[in-house]
């Protein structure tokens, strides 16, 4: 099971979002489920790297299938934005596989 959360700063502003785990759709390297929420989860990201002057922190680990994006400068419109198309996609996958292999959290 993916399991995506939002990650929200003292006034309840999405500033981030941390994804864990691994989707277990199919074996590795087969796993449309995983590949889906992987390309929005990089393209949010590499999208708020090139197209917003936010300045970010970001772990990976690829093991346990984690990364944890967190915008720590003032969060632009722009990468709000950005956040808020990578949720509904991921809510997306969620609802069409019925909660069964990805999780999102408010």
């Not at 772990?59 to 994006?69: A, R, V």
Request: net charge neutral; aromatic share 8%; hydrophobic share 40%.
């Amino acid at each position: 099971m993916i399991l995506v959360e939002r990650i929200k700063n003292e006034h309840g502003e999405n500033i981030g979002f941390r994804v864990s785990g691994h989707a277990g759709f199919a074996r590795r390297g087969r796993d449309i489920v995983c590949a889906a929420v992987s390309a929005l989860v990089l393209n949010t990201m590499n999208s708020i790297e090139k197209f917003t002057t936010d300045k970010f922190s970001c772990k990976q680990e690829e093991k346990s299938g984690l990364i944890e994006f967190i915008i720590v400068s003032d969060v632009s419109c722009e990468s709000a934005l950005l956040m808020d198309s990578m949720f509904l996609g991921l809510c997306g996958i969620e609802a069409d596989y019925k909660g069964r292999f990805v999780k999102v959290k408010a």
